[in-house]
């Protein structure tokens, strides 16, 4: 967690990138990362630009094996980018294409699909990982919630 804290600080641009539900709960961090004053884009959206060296990209992806999350995390390498890899497979393609792995172990309980169906679970834990990653860089930034606030987007 300290290692990806101290990417996300120092990273001149940091990208985020999920499909589906696990780029909904992405979509959130990115959010509250642009409320700290950082300077973060949506991968996938018109306005994106080029990721260069030094960037961080933070991909999330349940099971770490959709061809598009891999393929975005190989280019981010190749052009000298930090990768952290959100996945609950450590094995998977995701995790091995990632400079830093946040792992987020899955329940294996039988009754959990009845209660919290597909990657339910998974994208929930993810979501309170990843705030829990902007409670830190509020400290590490020395960022309050009203300097938040005044970056909220209901402020302007």
Do not use: C, W
Request: aromatic share 4%; glycine share 10%.
């Amino acid at each position: 967690m300290q290692e990806a804290l101290a990417l996300l600080a120092s990273a001149p641009k940091i990208f985020v990138y999920g499909v589906g539900r696990s780029g909904l709960v992405g979509k959130a961090f990115a959010m509250r990362m642009v409320q700290l004053g950082l300077r973060v884009f949506f991968i996938g959206e018109t306005i994106t630009p080029i990721v260069e060296p030094g960037d961080v990209a933070v991909i999330v992806s349940r099971l770490g094996e959709t061809m598009s999350a891999i393929q975005t995390a190989n280019i981010v390498r190749r052009v000298g980018g930090h990768v952290i890899g959100v996945t609950a497979q450590k094995g998977s393609k995701l995790a091995g294409a990632s400079s830093l792995v946040l792992a987020i172990p899955e329940l294996r309980d039988r009754e959990a699909p009845r209660h919290a169906p597909l990657g339910t679970l998974f994208e929930e834990s993810t979501f309170l990982l990843l705030d829990v990653l902007i409670s830190l860089l509020m400290e590490k930034l020395g960022q309050t919630e009203e300097d938040m606030r005044g970056r909220h987007a209901i402020m302007v």
